[in-house]
């Protein structure tokens, strides 16, 4: 049985990422090659490492740089 509840959090997910102007793929694979990060209730923030990020590639530290560079000015406007 599907998990109703995951599928439409990941469509309201895509959606407002799409509302936002910002490309899916890329975000996709932003998602994919950085450590997940969320904030307790008291405001401290946890980094969730999923693998050894000290090896990432050059090329896929600036595809991601670019991506945020990219959103962020594209926020500011």
């Known amino acids: ?7 439409v959090f990941d469509l309201v ?4 990422i799409l509302m ?3 490309d ?3 975000y996709r694979f932003l998602i994919a090659n950085t450590p997940v990060v969320s904030w ?5 923030h946890q980094a969730m490492f999923t693998r050894d990020y000290n090896g ?3 090329e896929v ?3 991601c740089f670019a991506f945020v ?9």
């Open 24 to 26: 899916p793929v890329k």
């Open 20 to 22: 936002l102007g910002i």
């Open 40 to 44: 307790t209730l008291s405001g401290q």
């Open 69 to 77: 560079v990219d959103v962020a000015l594209n926020a500011s406007v």
């Open 56 to 58: 990432v590639p050059d």
């Open 61 to 63: 530290f600036r595809t």
């Open 1 to 7: 049985m599907l998990n109703l509840q995951g599928v």
């Open 13 to 16: 997910s895509t959606l407002n």
